[in-house]
């Protein structure tokens, strides 16, 4: 199935969707450290769906980035929104991502050299008794994203 053919299930997930400020700014954690790769990118619309769903308001500026991983296209967006401030995300935080990355230390590593918030690591049990390590990072315009690894051991 593609993403132009009606699917048959109840419901199919597309992607996940973060706000932030700048998106070059933003692409230095998700693409340059986390691996994502932009397959597509729009600037402003002024008529975007996102301007009423995401309750935008008048003069703001918009910019909007598609992210995939190697063989999962599509999974992640990126919505910049320039010229208005935006209002501190309120605790506790709503969503995050959750990603299995191949080297947390180096991801950590590198988070940390930007400057973004790296929360301390934590043991990780899963439903089915395999036992990792999963971590927090918070980007510039704090959304979280956590990452973890399971040794392959385990898999």
């Known amino acids: 199935m593609t993403d132009n053919q009606p699917s048959t299930q109840p419901a199919r ?4 969707n973060f706000v932030v400020e700048d998106i070059d700014r933003a692409l230095t954690f998700y693409r340059d450290i986390l691996g994502f790769e932009v397959t597509y990118r729009k600037g402003h619309n002024p008529d975007s769906y996102s301007i009423p769903v995401f309750e935008i308001p008048d003069g703001a500026e918009l910019d909007f980035a598609i992210l995939s991983l ?25 969503s995050a991502i959750v990603l299995d990355v191949a080297d ?3 991801v950590m590593a590198e988070c940390a050299a930007l400057g973004l918030k790296v929360y301390e690591g934590h043991r990780l049990e899963t439903h089915d008794g395999r036992i990792g390590r999963e971590i927090g990072i918070v980007d510039f315009d704090d959304n979280l994203t956590v990452i973890y690894r399971i040794p392959e051991t385990q898999a």
């Open 70 to 94: 190697p063989g999962q296209p599509r999974v992640m967006a990126l919505s910049g929104i320039k010229n208005v401030p935006l209002k501190a995300i309120p605790y506790p935080r709503r």
């Open 104 to 106: 947390p230390d180096k």
């Open 13 to 16: 997930f597309q992607r996940a």
